[in-house]
């Protein structure tokens, strides 16, 4: 006789039905799509986050060289920029660049002085500088300067600062003139001396990550010095 009662033990006592084989796989490739996605999405989080902090150092360290040169006139305030006869003949250009003894961040004293200069990585001075000249110095997690086995500061690594001062056309701030370079006096056009141009500074900030193969140009400053 099937009663209610039976059917209830039965019920009980029915095997339950277990995962198959396919829903066992739909559950790991969907929990597999999860965990992908997102390490993906944290990866480029990561990404995104490295390069803010990058751009925001780099723009720093642009605007700390262009701070240092508000100070400086164009070219030097003792031998300034002529131009000479050279031995062989022709003209040569004299006092462009930095002058005999300015060896250290501290002996600039004009614009055209930085013509060429790398701060850091390789370049000609062990580090990236700030407006007063310092050399910028890297710190540990508390914030405190690294120093080396003889307690010398520890250059801010990876970064550097390229410095570019070219002579422009004054009518058009796009067409590089060499140090060398005057105007003549044509028709309506006034004559220019050497040393009367307008100068185009570019500062190249890059930075090269322990794995990177090259350094990875970060942010170019550029401004225009008027005669």
Do not use: C
């Not at 039905?17 to 790991?28: G, K």
């Not at 986050?49 to 164009?74: D, Y």
């Not at 407006?131 to 307690?151: F, H, S, T």
């Not at 550097?160 to 044509?186: C, I, M, W």
């Amino acid at each position: 006789m099937d009663t209610a009662a039976t059917r209830t033990v039965r019920r009980r006592h029915a095997p339950r039905r277990a995962f198959t084989l396919l829903e066992s796989m739909l559950a790991l490739l969907i929990i597999g799509v999860g965990v992908l996605a997102f390490v993906e999405a944290q990866t480029s989080f990561t990404h995104s986050n490295n390069w803010s902090s990058h751009a925001a150092t780099g723009m720093l360290l642009a605007n700390e060289v262009r701070e240092m040169t508000r100070r400086f006139p164009r070219h030097d305030p003792v031998t300034g920029l002529s131009l000479g006869t050279a031995p062989g003949g022709g003209q040569v250009v004299t006092g462009w660049g930095r002058e005999p003894g300015e060896t250290t961040v501290y002996d600039f004293d004009d614009l055209d002085d930085l013509d060429g200069v790398t701060f850091g990585m390789g370049g000609n001075f062990p580090g990236p500088v700030d407006a007063q000249g310092n050399l910028l110095q890297r710190v540990d997690d508390q914030g405190m300067p690294v120093l080396d086995g003889e307690g010398n500061p520890v250059a801010l690594e990876g970064w550097r600062q390229r410095v570019l001062v070219t002579k422009v056309d004054p009518y058009n701030f796009s067409t590089a003139r060499g140090p060398a370079y005057e105007q003549v006096a044509s028709g309506l056009i006034p004559a220019i001396r050497v040393d009367q141009f307008p100068l185009r500074v570019t500062v190249i900030v890059e930075y090269q990550g322990l794995s990177d193969t090259r350094p990875e140009e970060i942010t170019r400053l550029t401004w225009i010095v008027p005669p």
